[in-house]
């Protein structure tokens, strides 16, 4: 972060007051968790499940020399310089805006039912080649955590590349209209808050609020065969339009995929001889890679710049991550995130890999939450991809996975190739070792809030001890 001036602080967030003794103070990052406050940082004390404000001291201890306060002057600390606002969250998306405008890079805005995080990932990773960059990490994708990663941005940052998350109406406006993008991207229109928003319908008009901070001279990059997003487009947008897919249809679009376990080779429209490589399965993932490519194009960079940075970007953790597993198997790690649309491409692509002659393939599957009162039929979907020629063994986990259980013994499965396991999975890590052999493909996808993210530790072997 660049250092800035309390007074410069106090004058951006519209301060109520301020300890004007120190307003020549320099401030070097900001953080809302007092165990990550550093020498000559802010902390921004919000108001939540507790109240940050409990927490000042241990800030002090850190090394914090400012902070916002919204409680009475007289009950806050004399040892640092204290800036009185009205609402600390608010003032961190004030100085956000401010800190946006004193650096003035190019931001790219990302949002989406699924693929964004692998989206912003190779984003970033492409227009590396070329610029200094600076993205979202983690799930820091909100109304804390956006205007937390502008505030962290490097003073030499060219390109900012922000992950866009939502779970309502409202929300992805308010973030685009905080970060004010001049490229934004829409990686695809699935189920994810469904519960919330109702329809598909609405989560298209729910994405497409990304438009409303867009640059006048900006670009949308938007996946051309979903007609959702071309029935509510915003009739008074001026931003370029950019389709990208799988068909020739499309402005920006893949073909001659050749896939394997740990990589899919595609060449493009953008330079047709030119073959380009990633590092992770999937023709879904190709998709993503066209957001990144329709990106970098649009910034002036060339296929051939950007080719090795996109053949070697690092994934965030926990999505499609290959691993060692239990008894020489290979797990497929992607037990952070899901929805139908998302669950139903992971288990097709595995579908469709290579395997040994004596290996199998098997399915891990846990809730998808946030489906509201069609989950059922939600969960039933996925009986579609499955067949008994690519899929030999299958565990269900979680109450929601019971349509699925359901569907795939309607489907002509039965209880001795597919289990279902509510909520015990201890249970279930024993019976999934019990069946594993070398050279097995193993996917286990859900919901974070599954907990299947433990059973992927108890699995890999360096986490079993188990012969």
């Not at 376990?261 to 993932?285: C, K, W």
């Not at 299958?394 to 699925?404: C, D, P, R, S």
Request: glycine share 6%; hydrophobic share 40%.
């Amino acid at each position: 972060m660049k250092p800035l001036q309390i007074n410069e602080i106090v004058k951006a967030v519209e301060a109520i007051d301020y300890t004007s003794d120190q307003r020549l103070m320099t401030v070097e990052s900001v953080s809302f968790d007092s165990r990550e406050s550093k020498p000559n940082s802010l902390f921004v004390p919000l108001q939540g499940q507790t109240d940050g404000h409990q927490y000042i001291d241990k800030a002090i201890a850190n090394g914090a020399t400012a902070a916002f306060w919204s409680l009475p002057m007289a009950q806050a600390p004399k040892d640092i310089a204290i800036i009185q606002v009205e609402d600390t969250l608010v003032a961190m998306q004030k100085l956000a805006q401010y800190y946006l405008e004193v650096i003035q890079p190019k931001v790219i805005g990302i949002t989406g039912s699924a693929g964004k995080t692998t989206t912003k990932d190779m984003t970033a990773a492409v227009l590396s080649a070329n610029f200094n960059v600076h993205k979202t990490e983690g799930n820091y994708n909100n109304e804390i955590g956006l205007p937390y990663t502008i505030l962290a941005m490097p003073e030499n940052t060219e390109i900012l590349v922000l992950e866009m998350g939502m779970s309502g109406p409202g929300e992805i406006r308010f973030l685009s209209q905080l970060a004010k993008p001049d490229i934004a991207i829409i990686t695809m229109i699935g189920e994810s808050h469904i519960e919330y928003l109702g329809s598909r319908k609405n989560i298209a008009k729910a994405k497409l609020e990304i438009c409303d901070g867009l640059a006048p001279d900006g670009t949308l990059i938007y996946p051309g065969n979903e007609p959702l997003l071309t029935q509510f487009m915003p009739k008074d947008l001026s931003a370029r339009q950019l389709t990208v897919g799988l068909s020739e249809e499309q402005n920006v679009y893949a073909v001659d995929m050749d896939l394997d376990q740990q990589h899919v080779r595609f060449t493009t429209n953008l330079s047709p001889t030119f073959e380009m490589d990633i590092p992770v399965t999937g023709a879904y993932n190709v998709q993503n890679a066209l957001y990144a490519l329709a990106t970098a194009y649009t910034l002036g960079l060339s296929i051939e710049q950007v080719h090795d940075k996109l053949a070697h970007f690092q994934l965030t953790a926990n999505r499609m991550e290959w691993l060692p597993g239990y008894n020489e198997s290979q797990l497929l790690n992607d037990a952070y995130n899901a929805n139908p649309s998302a669950m139903r491409a992971v288990v097709d692509n595995l579908a469709q890999l290579p395997i040994e002659d004596h290996a199998k393939r098997v399915l891990v599957l846990g809730d998808m939450l946030e489906l509201g009162p069609n989950s059922p039929q939600w969960h039933a979907s996925i009986a579609e991809v499955i067949s008994s020629d690519a899929y030999q063994t299958i565990f269900l986990y979680g109450k929601e996975m019971k349509a699925l259980y359901e569907a795939l013994l309607a489907k002509g499965f039965d209880t001795t190739n597919v289990q279902h396991f509510v909520d015990d999975r201890e249970a279930l890590i024993k019976a999934v070792k019990s069946v594993l052999a070398p050279d097995d493909l193993v996917l286990i996808k859900a919901s974070n809030g599954t907990g299947l993210l433990e059973v992927v530790e108890a699995l890999k072997v360096q986490a079993s001890s188990e012969e």
